[in-house]
């Protein structure tokens, strides 16, 4: 073991992959990191201890698994191609702490495998993966809809994506997304990773974000929560228009609702000329709250 180069070393992850006769998929999204400080940046990004179950998503041919074997205490592995379980099985054998599942993660019942899988379901649970760039928000959104409660989601994604997640009000990088991870989490990019450090190189450079739960709870909850990040996806639908003319095209645009929009601008002293972008998380959930009040939604 010792004189084997660990799995995301460039010469193992070619080696590995003349082996198997392993191409990588573009269905999958599949980019195979083979720079080892990069993975063990983000074993420290994550802060994994011997004390943490650890779920990943998308292992591939398992090197960020294998640096997570060596700092966790279990590590569960969801991996959607089937073509790669066994390539799994037989380079991640000497790690007892490792259990590789062919699961898709957006369709997983991640309560239920935490309870089979774990030897310690209680322990805390922590996210780490290099999720492919195509279905990043589906799959933040489904972590954080999941009953799950993480300690920490640390994930790399498109550097774009990132920006997104880590945007202030009035940029033009803060939107829905941004809001969505605010209203449960903080998000903060660890550091960014060059395209040219994968296997094949993607188009774009990436970014490792680091998720953890909010400790202060927000001044006011919003009415219903999935109605809110609906009315807020409706307000972002068409940017470089006002609030104004968003909340028509959300909302309706008859004169009596008019009307009552209008009021409840006066109400919350917002200007109906401004862009939604510099609305924070807080005024959006009151926005939202006096509309229903109204019964505007």
């Given amino acids: 073991m ?114 089979a899988e774990f030897t310690d379901p209680d322990k805390p649970i922590k996210v780490v993966a290099n999720l492919p760039y195509y279905i990043t928000s589906p799959i933040l959104m489904n972590l954080l809809a999941s009953p799950v409660e993480w300690s920490a989601i640390c994930v790399m994604m498109q550097k774009e994506v990132a920006e997104r997640l880590t945007a202030k009000p009035g940029t033009k990088q803060y939107g829905s997304l941004t809001l969505a991870i605010e209203y449960q989490m903080t998000a903060e990019i660890a550091f960014n990773v060059s395209r040219r450090v994968f296997v094949p190189a993607p188009n774009v450079d990436s970014a490792i974000v680091v998720l953890k739960p909010r400790v202060d709870e927000l001044p006011v909850k919003p009415f219903d929560k999935s109605k809110l990040f609906g009315f807020v996806r409706g307000c972002f639908s068409h940017r470089r228009k006002s609030l104004w003319n968003n909340l028509q095209s959300t909302i309706g645009k008859q004169p009596e609702t008019k009307e009552k929009m209008q009021e409840v601008l006066d109400q919350l002293e917002l200007s109906p000329q401004v862009r939604p972008e510099r609305l924070t998380l807080v005024e959006f959930i009151e926005l939202a709250n006096a509309l229903h009040e109204n019964n505007l939604m």
């Fill in 2 to 115: 010792s004189n084997t180069p660990e799995i995301g070393s460039r010469t193992r992850t070619r080696a590995i992959m003349e082996k198997y006769g392993i191409h990588t998929k573009k269905s999958f999204g599949q980019n195979f990191l083979t720079d080892l400080n990069v993975l063990k940046n983000i074993v420290d990004a994550a802060e994994i201890t011997k004390e943490d179950n650890v779920i990943e998503i998308g292992p591939g041919i398992g090197a960020l698994t294998e640096q997570l074997a060596q700092a966790a205490g279990q590590v569960l592995a969801l991996e959607i191609d089937t073509d790669l379980i066994p390539v799994l099985g037989e380079v991640l054998e000497p790690y007892d702490n490792v259990k590789v599942v062919n699961q898709d993660v957006l369709q997983a019942n991640l309560p239920e495998l935490i309870k």
